[in-house]
């Protein structure tokens, strides 16, 4: 596919002195599919729903790589042999979560991985896989929580030992090489069996890998795994003739918060293994993300630098002050507070102009897909204002050409909240 190409081998190209036209060299724009559709699709036509959905979304949002979500990492929303199906284990009649699409593509012969590689490449988009290299919106190893892999449940020995002794945690310790084979096998099995052009691994939900405390201490352990899934992904390139097959990292906003995750995302770099860094917060859009702990590395490497925006421009906080002067750029379902303030095109270009400044790249946009269906924030004129504000922030020429809002937001209040142990998250 000569996106991916272009895309994967432009800095190749300027390092060996070739000629490259500009245009060529653009860097990736992201946007990311956290599966929404799977929820909201219908029984039947689901081949359909899902396709129309993308096409919503690629009308709406200018980006050059499509990142659909696959696996999380042992709960897989494809037709896996590896890892376990969402909602498979509950039987047929169970039809909550990501299940009605998941079901519905499997009547057609088909899975969301699938026609997501069909869809976008038609589009000329470059696809890739993502995995949660951690998830766990679960708080507990339960069967009857969908999103607890059996893996885990039947190896509660491999889960993470954190030094409060909280005893919500779930996240598996990838000091275990159990827990390393399980995931690269499923990683292996897409890139094996689905035209998909590499994966990008999502680092922040929930950046837990190892103990809490052993971050630093921890993380060759991590790279060693990283240098294992650039082979694997180099072998599988061979196999089809392909040049490379792209590999994309998702990170915490810092480097100081990358070490507390185990993830050294220069050594990464340096050895040659990344093709592009989403540097990214939680949910939302940080105005205050510093960008220039990364680019003093992934510059001189030519490696895409690019920050994550999300549909909200306030953080987790619902108490005062109320903000009631957003007309449009308010979510109806939340209390007006911090975390009703869905973003404009005039903070979007506030924010952006700070991360270009900082040597961004790119733009990298999150969960803008869940507002594509039936949800109070997916309007037509909500849709309209996603339109609006991504494409006033895809390059720093739209940016500095317009009126700019500056926000600077207490970020971090209402953490207390959802930090550990109070949830495992």
Not at 18 to 34: G, Q, Y
């Amino acid at each position: 596919m000569k996106l991916t190409y272009c895309l994967t081998t432009c800095a190749a190209l300027i390092w060996i002195g070739l000629a490259v036209p500009e245009a060529e060299c653009s860097p990736r724009i992201v946007f990311n599919d956290d599966a929404q559709v799977l929820m909201e699709a219908p029984s039947e036509d689901t081949s359909d729903f899902v396709k129309a959905w993308f096409a919503k979304e690629t009308h709406a949002v200018p980006f050059t790589t499509f990142v659909v979500l696959a696996a999380t990492p042992d709960i897989c929303t494809y037709e896996t042999k590896v890892g376990e199906v969402y909602g498979d284990r509950f039987g047929d009649d169970y039809n909550k979560g990501w299940t009605p699409g998941i079901r519905g593509l499997r009547r057609e012969q088909t899975d969301v991985l699938s026609l997501a590689v069909e869809f976008m490449h038609g589009e000329g988009k470059e696809v890739l896989a993502e995995i949660r290299m951690n998830d766990t919106h679960h708080t507990r190893l339960d069967r009857d929580i969908p999103l607890c892999s059996m893996f885990a449940i039947e190896n509660p020995q491999f889960v993470i030992e954190q030094p409060d002794e909280r005893t919500n945690e779930t996240a598996l310790d990838y000091t275990h090489p159990e827990v390393r084979a399980h995931r690269l096998a499923i990683m292996s099995e897409i890139v094996e069996n689905y035209d998909v052009d590499g994966l990008e691994l999502n680092f922040v939900r929930w950046a837990k890998h190892f103990p809490r405390d052993q971050g630093r201490e921890m993380a060759p352990m991590m790279t060693e795994f990283l240098g294992r899934i650039r082979t694997m992904l180099d072998e599988t390139a061979g196999k089809k003739g392909r040049e490379r097959m792209t590999l994309g990292v998702r990170v915490p906003e810092s480097i100081a918060a990358c070490w507390l995750a185990g993830v050294d995302v220069e050594m990464w770099i340096k050895n040659g293994w990344i093709d592009y860094v989403v540097i990214s917060t939680w949910n939302n859009t940080d105005p205050q993300i510093p960008v220039d702990e990364f680019t003093r590395f992934t510059k001189p490497a030519g490696v895409d630098t690019i920050v994550v925006m999300g549909n909200m421009i306030g953080s987790i906080y619902n108490g005062l002050p109320m903000i009631l002067d957003r007309p449009i750029a308010q979510d109806p379902n939340r209390a007006n507070g911090y975390q009703s303030m869905l973003i404009d095109e005039s903070e979007a270009r506030g924010a952006a102009a700070n991360y270009y400044t900082w040597g961004a790249d790119s733009i990298s946009f999150w969960n803008v897909n869940i507002h594509f269906g039936g949800k109070a924030t997916a309007t037509p004129e909500q849709q309209q204002r996603m339109a609006r504000w991504t494409e006033a922030v895809q390059s720093p020429e739209a940016v500095f050409a317009s009126p700019r809002t500056y926000r600077y937001l207490p970020m971090g209040k209402g953490i207390s909240t959802r930090k550990p142990p109070s949830r495992s998250c």
